[in-house]
């Protein structure tokens, strides 16, 4: 029987000026074409019923028909088809975080719900195989539009940045959303990338923790737990409380009222497994065509090896291009501040982001958003998506498109002494300002003070701190939580920094 892969089917979008790829399955050593404007293109399924066809690249178009068929008589049409720009948006919570949860949810219903041009895919959250099969996923696996309907399971940070996205290119954007909960970047990658590495050590927790566990009925306790079920991630209970309300500290964590065994936390971990996620959803959008990746991860990795990231999620990057076999463009996102959320600490934070601002300068083709201005003290899960989603969307049109524009955080270059005065001159720091009547999130240390208060002038590219005395350290959004108030001309907050005297 003649089938298509699940990301194939009426409204998707398709990428633009690149080979276009759709496979599927049919019966062994059958014929199959494919015909989309004009090109049809034909190839026999393999000994399993495996079939790969690759058609011309296309300029951007819409209201297009792509058809399928088999010298059997099967037939499959799919109609609604866009040509333009697609993006898979991968990551954890913040990035799954659905675009009812957001804080402007009700306007851009009203705002978008008539814009056919914007067109967003969720793989199901699957954690092992078959489980498709176990159970009834209604609300991923096919591509919505913006319709009060469908927009609600947007990812946000997906939605803002195709938003910005599709106004500046005037072409369709489709988003791919490959993303789950609560995961670490070694669940998105296949975990030969982290042998031989420091990143090895997520491989050994696994196997410590599962080593005596008989899978079999491990998988059968996984099939009916209600914990596991992530059929629906919007009106889904404990989305609801964790992700749409928040848990501000331990009394609200509605956990707290479950008895939980060992087997269940080991439940809770089966879907962070290295290379598990990989195999079980990424590799089956592979390789759906895309300009690029946006990445907004890292939480879960704070949580238990932070000084790895650097190394892990530089090497998942290398799986990802591996697999695409191209060098995809990644757009990512710093972590946001936060001081505390159920049992996660912002202090284990301050690191990863060091790690992700090690990536953006050692890894090529990779750019980094700031959002230090719009975090949450007791919530790990910033409501106001916007600014992160139009921040990614600032950086694809700088970098990735070409459009002149300021599209990157302001950052450190040189700070110098002036008598009792420090310059701090800045890149990416057109029309450099204060929000505000004083500096935020700077952090002055000396060798006879307790504490400096910090007077601040702009000037140009630069930052004057006046009469600062004996200062022998500055710490700009080093804090678990801080409000970043310097911006640049397109209000991106300056990055995170230390520098010493």
Known sequence: MLELAMIFSDSMVLQREKPIHIWGKDTPKSRVSVTL?????????????????????????????????????????????????????GGQSNMEFPLAYDVHFETEIINQERNPRIRFFDYPEVAYEGELNDREYKNEGFWRGCTAEDLGYFSAVGFYFAKNLQEAIDVPVGIVGCNWAGTPACAWMDSNYLKGTEGEVWVKDYESEFANINFDDFIEKYKVSPFTDRTNNV???????????????????????????????????????????????????????????????????????????????????????????????????????????AECYGENYIQVRDCQEEVSKNVSNCWMAAIGDVGMQWDIHPKNKRPVGDRLALLARGHVYGENIVCDAPEVIDVVKKGDDIVIRFANAEGLFIKGDRLQAMNLNSKTQDSIAVDAEVLNDTLILHSVGDVTEIRFAKEPYHEVNLYNSSEIPAKPFVFKL
């Open 235 to 341: 009106d889904n209970p404990f989305n609801i409380q964790m992700v749409k309300i928040g848990a501000a500290d331990e009394r609200e964590n509605p956990m707290d009222e479950v008895e939980l065994d060992s087997s269940m936390f080991q439940l809770f971990k089966f879907e962070q497994r290295p290379g598990g996620l990989y195999e079980t959803m990424l590799k089956k959008i592979v390789p759906f065509a895309a300009r690029g990746v946006i990445w907004y991860q890292g939480e879960t990795d704070g949580d238990s090896h932070a000084k790895e990231y650097t190394t892990v999620f530089s090497k998942m990057i290398e799986n990802w291009r591996a697999l695409w076999g191209e060098e995809l463009p990644f757009l990512f996102v710093q972590l946001a501040p936060f001081e505390k959320w």
């Open 37 to 89: 404007i004009g090109d049809k293109v034909s190839a026999c399924t393999d000994q399993c019923g495996n079939w790969h066809i690759v058609l011309p690249e296309k300029k951007a178009a819409t209201d297009l028909i792509l058809t399928v068929c088999d010298d059997d008589g099967d037939k499959i049409t799919l109609k609604d088809i866009c040509i333009g720009e697609v993006w898979i948006a």
